[in-house]
């Protein structure tokens, strides 16, 4: 006989069909003993998502004190400068907007210019930005105005600076600007004033 006829007839060949109950009902108790077929109970599903939970945590602390936190002290900054009544009397008589606030070293700078919104995106179009919208960074548009320094704690702007063809607050050397304190207005009587 040759080795293919004896692969052929292995191949071919018809077993009987043995079973041992004893090892079948260990096998039965093997998988219903593994983990995947275990009852999960909170203290499972709390060591899963403990991690979980922990990392969502982190993320939003950081995202809040990074991302959200500084967007709301720029919108409490232009808060302040729009309702202050003598830069509100300032940009009304000189027809200024706020086109920029930035936050450094922990205190709150608010360029208050001329409108930008005349200013075109490219020359051969007839796309207008709309006041306070920034512009293509390959364009450096220069403006003039006023940098008001504002205290987030007292709620109020406590100084101000002329600038002249500045394109960022970022461009700009806050030590090299003369600021000038705001005095209150003239027509306001003083808490001093009131106790005497």
């Known amino acids: 006989m040759k080795h293919e006829d004896l692969i052929k007839k292995l191949e071919n060949l018809i077993t ?3 079973e041992l109950s004893g090892h079948r009902q260990a096998l039965k108790m093997a998988l219903l003993n593994s983990r995947y077929f275990k009852q ?7 060591k899963i998502l403990a991690p979980v939970t922990a990392a969502v945590l982190l993320i939003s602390v950081v995202g809040f004190f990074n991302v959200i936190q500084p967007r709301l002290q720029m919108a409490q900054a232009r808060e302040i400068v729009m309702n202050d009544l003598q830069v509100q009397e300032l940009m009304e ?3 200024l907007e706020i086109t920029e606030v930035e936050l450094q070293d922990g205190e709150a700078f608010v360029l208050i210019a001329y409108p930008l919104a005349s200013v075109q995106s490219r020359p051969d179009e007839d796309v207008l930005h709309a006041p306070g919208e920034g512009l293509p960074p390959a364009y450096s548009i220069t403006v003039s105005g006023y940098i008001l320094k504002v205290d987030l704690m007292e709620k109020k702007a406590i100084e101000f ?3 002249d063809e500045i394109t960022t607050l970022q461009d700009i050397d806050l030590e090299d600007i003369n600021f000038v304190n705001l005095e209150p207005p003239a027509d306001t009587v003083s808490k001093e004033d009131d106790l005497e």
Request: aromatic share 12%; hydrophobic share 40%.
């Open 93 to 95: 008589e000189y027809g």
């Open 40 to 46: 999960r109970t909170i203290m499972d599903w709390a």
């Open 161 to 163: 600076g002329k600038v």
């Open 16 to 18: 009987p069909e043995i």
